[in-house]
């Protein structure tokens, strides 16, 4: 069987396997995702937001709806623009997208088998071995532990790739090349992840013919290609800015991810399986994981024997007069002999003629395997294998991987372990040349039909090895079963919309910091995602700007969203909201604990500017939020913190202290970074040293509070006076310029042994709270409701000889206040809290500054305590201690609306 038959023929094969596989899921694609609604659902917007933007404003796909109102949200994760190219059309047709994106995913399952058959077919001319190899490929238990991942389960342009790259060198014919750069585009505009896979194989395959014997008449075939491969990253690298746009605005912490790695391999891993793989379970005693978990990455027991018999293969076949050496590396061109393996169409002359013609070497008569290939790809998987370790696998540092990672397509993996589907494709193809030995040896003693049988009879073998019994699944609203609010907002026009309550945050310490807040901040992180992933996904139905999203990066205005909407329904977070822009809230009532909804209804009916449109049968309802004037930037003041001396040529802490006097609460949007150019200057005015930093712009002051906006600077080498000169030159303060002096001298440190004193105390005219009496007791109160941030002002004075660093390499010897919550009646409780310094402040200095805290959660009387502390070393000076009522009845004042 030859041509549109033959690869029909092994497509609806796999197709039914990968039914099997996946059967009782496969008929519910329709309204279900396998395994739990986090990352599918996300997928199954991406997919969808693709679609929509794609025949509606396709100059701002990036600009989708979730997240509000930080920009290039689509960024956050894979863009999936290929896949989207197929799930789109379905979803217009179905109107259902939750099937769309199933379909892909299960035909992409099928597209990896076959895609590995192509490949392992070319490379052995023997079909049934190529089969066996597709099975491999695509049900490896690794393979459905990525399931919920399709931009790293759906690998099948992986080995295309490879094969267009192959043939085109061996056979020199265009239409390769064309084959080659529509996979590589399809396949960077698919996962990042993959084109930095992809270059791994592209690059050894350069070097492996650079360093040929036969490199000139190579040179032309690595020029063609090479001058493909860059048309196509010019038509990726449209789709690459945004991505390069948000990580020159993230903050440093975090803009390093091949650093601070996810997820590598471990010794474990290799021995972790799938609990649904129904051989390797009643074995039971191999490690377990989830589908989604991406770490089940045993290879199966017949892969070992395979690849024994393709070592026997490749390392025998001189004996045979087999081709091993690089000039009679190309295999011939196909021709059917009817049993399965595929023989040249051409004597050996012909190719020789051929290839005095057309350029490349001469292609091998043989139809045996190759060994260069072969090592090729084991070279290519040991190399994965390496990477797929991590940056220090069991403390050793990898050097491989470190020297790799500086490049910055690499720098964005953040999971080493996915490159573990290029040693897939390696053990494949292994698989496939052990089967070609085992083909070959039973031919020989009898018929090639025995023969195929045979490798079958394997090719069975392995599906009853890797068979996945069962695989879960959990449902998805669609079509008439989606709430009606989302089909009502669908119709508001300019409408805002938050899910309410938002993800809690908790085990947070310094609230004024966005960059602190992370997914280990969350008070139950995977319900968080799948809450927020539900809201993600329903905004399909109506494509508002939804303050809600879940994916890949945290946007720093939703981390101080998520802070501010702790107190939620709390006036304050309402003023958030409003001044956000936000105007529609839909309630999950469900969400709260029974006792708690009737208090959060009251409250939220009661707010002024807060009024309900409808409540909905099935739990949810729907409020509309007044408009609410905000301050302008004009509004606020801004000053420059900086200590008054620093050591010559160290890094120092300083910031822009900001307060808000004006009637009305100030709310910024603006994430990126707000750049400073900075000049030191001498006494006579000459600049002996210019520097950039950057700050981020506090994104909400209430009134008659303040913020510290912190950055970093680096002093001259040279000790002396110098005029510090600070000027913004973007952003909201864009043209403000700050002054002050700074005395470069010897500065001790706090663990240099000399003294640790000061004192801290309110700074009463700013914050209106006066200062406790002598004994902490007094009238003074603070009356909060749960959750809500606040702001204090204090003065702090350093009467120490030792600078106090607000950063330092390590946390140890840091200075902070210290914030400890204890409740009246309940021993036990204690909760603790950090406020930022306003910078590193010198030995004699006084400075006033304001720090940001966050009530508890639960109602109650309270006392808050604050005191300076030289972090693990010391504290410094008197506590300061307040009576504090957390309660959602206390009167806050609020501005006018």
Not at 114 to 125: D, F, G, I, P, S
Not at 418 to 429: D, T
Not at 780 to 790: N, S, W
Not at 798 to 827: K, M
Request: glycine residues 8%.
């Amino acid at each position: 069987m030859t041509g549109y038959k033959e690869h029909l023929l092994v497509l609806c094969l796999f197709l039914v396997l990968v039914f099997i596989f996946t059967v009782p899921f496969a008929v519910h694609a329709d309204d279900a995702v396998i395994s739990s609604h986090v990352d599918n659902l996300l997928n199954v917007w991406i997919l969808s937001w693709d679609g929509h933007a794609l025949v509606t404003s396709p100059t701002n796909l990036f600009q989708a709806n979730m997240n509000y109102p930080s920009p290039d949200s689509l960024a956050y994760s894979e863009g999936l623009f290929s896949l989207a190219l197929v799930a789109a059309p379905i979803s217009w047709i179905t109107g259902n997208a939750v099937f769309a994106y199933n379909f892909v995913s299960l035909v992409g399952f099928a597209l990896c088998a076959y895609a590995m058959y192509l490949l392992v077919k070319y490379l052995t001319r023997n079909r049934p071995a190529a089969f066996l190899a597709g099975v491999f490929f695509a049900f490896v238990p690794y393979h459905f532990s990525t399931i919920v991942h399709v931009h790293v389960s759906l690998y099948f342009l992986q080995p295309l790739i490879i094969l267009f790259l192959f043939r085109y060198f061996d056979e020199g014919k265009p239409r390769f090349l064309v084959g080659l750069g529509i996979a590589f585009t399809a396949q960077a505009l698919m996962s990042w992840y993959q084109l930095a896979f992809s270059s791994i194989p592209i690059g050894l395959f350069f070097l492996w013919r650079i360093i040929s014997p036969r490199r000139k008449e190579y040179a032309r075939y690595l020029l063609y290609t090479v001058g493909v491969l860059v048309l196509c990253m010019l038509v990726v690298i449209p789709f690459a800015l945004p991505y390069f746009r948000l990580h020159r605005n993230i903050p440093e912490e975090e803009s390093e991810p091949a650093i601070k790695v996810i997820a590598s391999a471990k010794s474990g891993d290799f021995f972790r399986v799938l609990p649904q793989n129904y051989f390797y379970d009643k074995l039971g005693f191999l490690k377990t994981g989830s589908p989604g978990e991406g770490n089940a990455l045993f290879p199966g027991f017949l892969i070992f024997p395979l690849a024994a018999l393709a070592l026997v293969l490749v390392f025998s076949r001189r004996k045979r007069g087999g081709a091993d050496r690089e000039d009679k590396e190309e295999p011939p061109a196909e021709a059917d002999d009817g049993a399965g393996n595929d023989t040249p169409d051409a004597s050996p002359d012909s190719y020789v003629e051929e290839s005095l013609q057309s350029g490349p070497p001469p292609a091998s008569p043989d139809p045996v395997p190759r060994r260069d290939y072969f090592v090729f790809f084991v070279v290519l998987g040991l190399i994965c294998f390496v990477l797929s370790l991590g940056p220090e696998p069991h403390g050793v540092s990898n050097i491989l991987y470190k020297a790799l990672h500086k490049l910055p397509i690499y720098g964005f993996v953040r999971f080493p372990v996915r490159y573990h589907i290029m040693v897939l494709i390696s053990l494949a193809v292994t698989a496939g040349y052990g089967a070609t030995w085992l083909y070959g040896w039973v031919e020989r003693r009898k018929k090639k039909v025995w023969a195929a049988a045979a490798v079958s009879a394997v090719a069975v073998l392995m599906i009853l090895e890797f068979l996945v019994v069962s695989l879960p699944y959990t449902g998805v609203a669609v079509g008439s079963a989606v709430p009606q609010v989302y089909r009502d907002l669908a119709n508001i026009e300019g409408a805002v919309v938050v899910e309410a309550p938002m993800p809690e945050v908790a085990n947070s310490v310094v609230f004024e910091d966005p960059i602190t807040l992370n997914y280990g901040s969350l008070d139950n992180t995977f319900l968080s995602a799948l809450r927020e992933q539900d809201a993600t996904y329903f905004s399909i139905y109506h494509w508002k700007p939804l303050l809600n999203g879940m994916s890949g990066y945290y946007p720093l205005f939703y981390r101080r969203a998520l802070v501010e909407m702790l107190a939620f329904p709390a006036p304050r977070a309402l003023t958030f909201l409003r001044g956000a822009g936000v105007n529609h809230i839909v309630m999950h009532w469900d969400y709260y604990p029974p006792g708690k909804r009737d208090e959060v209804r009251e409250l939220l009916e009661n707010s002024p500017g807060a009024t309900l449109v409808e409540d909905y049968a099935d739990g949810l309802s729907l409020y509309e939020l007044d408009e609410l004037e905000t301050a302008m930037v004009t509004g606020i003041t801004s000053n420059v913190y900086v200590p008054e001396s620093a050591s010559p040529g160290s890094s120092f802490s300083a910031s822009l202290v900001i307060f808000n006097p004006s009637g009305e609460p100030f709310l910024n949007t603006d994430e990126s970074r707000q750049h400073l150019d900075v000049e030191w200057r001498e006494a006579g005015g000459e600049v002996v040293k210019s520097e950039e930093t950057y700050f981020y712009a506090p994104f909400f002051i209430m009134v008659e509070e303040g913020a510290v906006a912190p950055f970093m600077l680096n002093a001259p080498s040279d000790g002396g006076d110098y005029d510090l000169v600070l000027t913004a030159t973007d952003g909201l303060l864009e043209g403000t310029t700050w002054k002050d002096k700074v005395l470069v001298e010897e500065v001790e440190a706090v663990d240099s042994g000399q003294s640790i004193e000061g004192s801290l105390q309110f700074a009463p005219l700013i914050s209106g709270i006066g200062p406790p009496d002598a004994n902490g007791s007094g009238d003074t109160m603070l009356r909060l409701h749960p959750g809500e941030v606040f702001s204090l002002e204090m003065e702090a004075a350093n009467d120490g000889s030792t600078q106090w660093e607000r950063e330092r390499s390590s946390i140890e010897g840091s200075v902070a206040i210290t914030a400890v919550w204890t409740r009246e009646g309940d021993p036990d409780y204690e909760m603790v809290q950090q406020g930022m310094l306003p910078g590193d402040i010198s030995p004699g200095q006084f400075t006033a500054f304001p720090i940001a805290l966050q009530s508890p959660t639960e109602a109650g009387s309270y006392t808050l305590t604050l005191r300076l502390n030289c972090l693990a070393v010391t504290y410094i000076g008197d506590p300061i201690v307040i009576p504090v009522t957390v309660s959602r009845e206390v009167s806050v004042p609020q501005p006018v609306p």
